[in-house]
Each structure stands twice: as C-alpha cells, then as structure tokens.
C-alpha cells in the first residue's frame, strides 16, 4: 500500500468498504445524510428565510436552533449508557431525524421553524455519533484513514453536488418538495441498511475482526 497514489489509495478504500459486511451499509447512510442535511439547512433554510420575510435574523435563529439541538442531543448519548446495537439504534435516529426535515418546510412561524431545526440537530447528532462509531469499529486499522477520508469526502468534497442537485428540485418543483426528497432519501438509505443482516447484528467489538478478512 506504500506505495498507493491518491487514486489507487481511494480505489483501494471504496473496495475494502464495499466487501466488509457492515460498512458499506453504514457508510451509504452517513452519505446520503450528509447529503440530505447540508442542502436543506444552508440552502433551504435561506430560501425559506427569504420567502418569509425572516431575513439573516430569522436565519440565524434557525440554524442556531439546529446547533443547540446537536449539542443536547450528543449530551444525551453521553449520559445514556451504551447501546447494545449501536448501529439500529444510528439508524432510528436518522429515521426521527428525517421526519423533521420534512416538518421544517411546512412549520409555521420562526420559533416553530427554530423548533424544528433543533428537532432535526438533536437527533442528527447521536446518529452521527453511533455510526461513525460503528464505522470505525469495524475498519481494519491499515484501512481506517482509508474509510474516514471517503466519510471526510462524503461531508465535504459531495456539498456541490447537494446544493445543484436541491436548487434543481427547487426551481422544477417546489422548496416543499426538495426538502421532501431528502427526507424520503434518508429513509430509503435507512431501510436499506436495516433490511442488511449485518447491520442488525453490528456492536462495536475489541477485537478487529475485518483485518482478518481483509490483510494489507
């Protein structure tokens, strides 16, 4: 692997995701999450700020409720104790959460929409949480810059694509229904995930078993 260019390095990464039992089902959920979230908080909510007279005011409100709602929400899987299935329980997160991408829209009012917003941060926060725990549980350690570099890449180098592909259900349809696909894009990703056996089986063990299967 030393010897790895960037696209060798990332080929190499995509391949050990796809064939590890739990990842790549973890993995198409932080993405599409990623995907679903960005979009409508810094694109969506602007426009919705815009069409409601709220301004950059109201838009702050908005995103500082989603911010404090991340906050309580990583406080609260702190003092839980830990889950015994820690994936499912990502997943039912992110199944909560993408019920208030869907409810942020159609709100009425701005501190009903902060509400919301802190809704949807609340739950995003544990379920970031849990499966990147998950994730990193079950990477090799000769992989693990591999796979949080494509996690990295899923957050950051896929947020054009979000905000072309969000702006194009704007301008074809409406702002409801963009915020709409994401959500059902978030419950498609976790029901896929939660039909995979391994993903219902998934902990976070001592051991690593995934260098067994995949050697460097």
């Known amino acids: 692997m030393k010897g790895e260019n960037l696209f060798a390095s990332l080929w190499t990464g995509l391949r050990y995701a796809a064939t590890t039992p739990v990842l790549g089902p973890v993995l198409l959920v932080v993405t599409t999450l990623n995907l679903a979230l960005s979009a409508p908080l ?5 426009l919705l700020a815009e069409n409601r007279g709220w301004n950059a005011t109201g838009f702050s409100l908005v995103i500082s409720g989603f911010g404090i709602g991340a906050v309580a929400g990583a406080l609260l899987l702190v003092a839980l104790p830990p889950a015994r299935k820690p994936a499912v329980t990502g997943l039912r997160w992110v199944a909560a959460g993408a019920a208030f991408v869907a409810l942020l829209p159609f709100v009425p009012g701005l501190p009903l929409a902060a509400v919301a917003a802190a809704g949807l941060g609340f739950t995003s926060g544990p379920a970031g949480a849990l499966l990147l725990g998950v994730v990193q549980a079950n990477t090799g350690h000769a992989y693990l810059g591999r796979v949080m570099a494509l996690v990295s890449f899923s957050a950051l180098g896929l947020v ?6 969000f702006a194009v259900m704007v301008e074809r349809f409406s702002l409801h229904a963009a915020f709409g696909a994401c959500a059902i894009a978030e419950i498609a990703a976790t029901g896929v995930a939660l039909g995979t056996r391994s993903i219902r ?3 976070t063990p001592r051991e690593d078993p995934a260098d067994r299967h995949h050697p460097a």
């Open 201 to 203: 089986a998934a902990t």
């Open 42 to 46: 810094n694109v969506g909510v602007a």
């Open 160 to 165: 054009p694509v979000s905000y072309t592909v």
